[in-house]
């Protein structure tokens, strides 16, 4: 009697919240389209909010019944539900729809935007347009951070570790990149089947990482991490490191400084789905090494931030010019700077402990996934069109013809500016430009907005409108680049903003000749080198975004406003965007100074035992074949298999290279 007594109330209990749930999600869908009609942008209706906390985890149940679905049922709004549907759809919905749309849903408003002007009118609106900080608790696991605040306690941070981003610190960034990328081809050379002359590589990423991560931890926090097989070199490592750079956990660690961090970059996402307190509680295998990744690595930086709290007050922390944690600990301690401010008042400061830690985990993690990515992806672009690889290593030779031949010599700021503005800085943006690595920035409008669109046109967002600024999207947004009407890759296409045209790049007498079209007509996108102020960045941060990209001088060409943004745009744009760029400048000219990249065709050429012979062996018929089998595999990776829930990479199969010193390649003169 009292079991269905109490089961009774729960069937009515849950009845009645279905109910007020249906209601609620009635009333909002139908306020939400009237919001939308009145906003004078196209817009269409959606069953879910994709801003949602619980549409992520919804969405990979749902999303594959959606697709089961006729498409009379689903379209358009199914194509917007993916968590990343601007790298799967690219620009075709805002071909459709304009390059700034609406959604209405129960849930609230959504925006999709690929309009430059759009993006920097935005992003330059800081306190109009806010990050939703509720949706980046995943990074705060060690304490809040420049990424995951807003308002005042965001400028705190970025004031004080801009500190930290300077040419004198470049340097620093240069030396350490030139090393690693030696380093990270000394590992390849020395894996099984592989020689100095000839490695393959079956996956670019973890290696690429691996670089990375070495390059901000000596970089930034002064600690040396070694590759596998690699000795320490008697007094290299300062006193107070040993322990962080040591190939065995010391002390009551256990697991090492490097592993602990590969553990936390691999595996953070799960502390975002359990508390720290569930989750060292979980009886599981992988949840158990994510708890001992991130105790391990807890007090890892605990012990770092003493070591550095020491050098301080010994007067060594200038020594290595770049130090990330130094202006944190300084502005936390309000530490003073000589004898005479030794009695003045403590300012007070939002930067603490957690902040500092907070902030350092936020720089290791975000200092080396994307810029792996970056390099893994660029050596795979630069294997797909050998022309393109070629004519970098010429420009190569010829700018650096007379430096030393060793790259540790290379001087920088020089020999940055002189290849990041030539055909290698084409290079990168490109790869850039097609595969960005966060692929959609969220902004939510506080109140009611007002938006000029490219036509003049005045709209009017409602107030809560979740948006993203959709790179992919925009980055192939055909009023923005300059491109051909057709796509040597894929016939039939309407540009080839698809491809990896680094020529697209090139300013030759102030006209932009994609694909070297000798006619300026191939291109309906004109320099943006106009003194109105119109074309150009006016914010100091964009300038800045100008100076950290070498976009900006006359042989390169520079995009409007708002039309690239792998480093987002406006005051919120990536405080290491010019730490990236010298690093990837200086691994990419490392490498292809004396190396070529292929992509690796052993999986069609098997069943032989000696791949270099059968290569070799091979007329040009037969490797053209194989090779566009391979070139086939990749481009369905790179344009359909990439995933991740904070960055694009190769999470099902992989793109494998071959990459040997110059003189040994095998398709240079077929493909």
Known sequence: MMFGLVYGTALAALAAWLAWAVVDAVMGLRRNIQAARES???????????????????????????????????????????????????????????DMFLVATPGGCY???????????????????????????VVEHFGPNVVSTEGSTWRDHRRV?????????????????????????KAWGKRAGNSEAVMWIADVYPDAATASLHIISRSGFGVKLLWPGEQQVEGEVEEGYERFSSHEPMGAHTMTFKESLHTMLRDFIWMGVFSKSTLKKLPFKRTKVVWEGYANLDTYLHELLDVKKAAIAAGL???????????????????PTDDHHKNAPQIPTP????????????????????TANSITFLLIFLALNLPAQR???????????????????????????????????ACINEQLRLITSVTMVPKRSVSPQTLVLDDGKVVKVPAGTFQHFCAPSVHRNPTAWPHITSSRRTPGKANDLDDFVPERWIVEDGTYHPHHQPSPSSSNVKPNNSNNNNNHHTSAQDADLDSALDIGAATLFRPAPGAFIPFSDGPRACLGRRFAMVELVAVIATLMRGYSVELDVREWISGHDDVEETLKGMGAAEKEEVYGKASKRAWEVLEGE???????????????????????????GVV
């Open 161 to 185: 570790s801009n500190a930290s981003f300077n040419e004198r610190s470049n340097a620093v960034v240069w030396k350490e990149s030139i090393r690693q990328a030696g380093e990270m081809v």
């Open 391 to 425: 004519r970098l290593q010429h420009t190569l030779d010829a700018l650096l013809a007379s430096l030393p031949p060793n790259p540790a010599e290379w001087p920088y700021p020089s020999t940055f500016h002189k290849l990041g503005n030539s055909y290698l800085g």
């Open 111 to 137: 925006m999709g935007n690929a309009s430059p002007t759009v993006i920097h009118q935005i992003a330059a609106r800081r306190t109009d347009w806010v990050k939703p900080i509720e949706h980046y608790g």
């Open 642 to 668: 990439l995933g991740g829930l904070v960055t694009l990479q190769c999470v099902g199969r992989k793109v494998g290279v071959r990459v040997c010193r110059r003189g040994r390649e095998v398709f240079g």
């Open 317 to 335: 922390a200038e020594k290595d010019a770049l130090d990330l944690m130094v202006p944190l600990i300084t502005a936390s301690e309000s530490l």
């Open 351 to 370: 930067i603490g402990t957690p902040q500092i830690l907070g902030n350092a985990f936020i720089f290791l993690f975000a200092g080396h996934e994307t």
């Open 40 to 98: 004078g942008l196209r817009w269409f209706v959606a069953p879910h909010f994709i801003a949602s906390m619980t549409w992520l985890p919804l969405s990979f149940i749902l999303m594959p019944i959606y697709r089961c679905l006729p498409s009379a049922w689903t379209d358009p709004w199914l194509r917007i539900l993916d968590p990343i549907w601007s790298y799967r759809e690219l620009y075709a919905p805002f071909a459709q729809y304009g």
